[in-house]
């Protein structure tokens, strides 16, 4: 794993079990987390963990998200290989959607 990446333990076992209930357990310990660590952004693709994370007024992004903002201040030059390579690896995004970021980010 990088070293920018660091694994941490959920603090608050009750929050955690409530959140469980509507959520995956990965999708309810990230916002837990977000909300111990006071973080600025969470990064979720899961559609009922967004929802949720919605509700709770947290400021989220998905993967999506990500690669529009690495683009955007030009951590990346092109958008479409990325996006292909997540896809091949089983990443949905809606044809649509696709076509939206590529004309977005100049990669149509």
């Known amino acids: ?24 357990a990965g999708e309810g310990e990230a916002i837990c987390l977000y909300e111990e660590l006071d973080a600025d952004l969470l990064i979720i693709d899961d559609l009922e963990g967004r929802r949720v994370s919605e509700r709770l ?15 955007k201040e030009n951590f990346i030059d092109k958008v479409r290989p990325l996006l292909d390579e997540i896809i091949s690896h089983g990443f949905r995004v809606a044809d649509e959607l696709y076509q939206e970021i590529l004309i977005k980010t100049d990669d149509a």
């Not at 333990?9 to 509507?22: H, Y």
């Open 1 to 24: 794993m990088p070293a920018f990446v660091k694994c941490l333990e959920v603090s608050d076992p009750i929050a955690l079990k409530v959140l469980e209930g509507n959520l995956e």
């Open 57 to 71: 007024g947290i400021n989220i992004t998905g993967t999506l998200g990500i690669l529009l903002l690495a683009k």
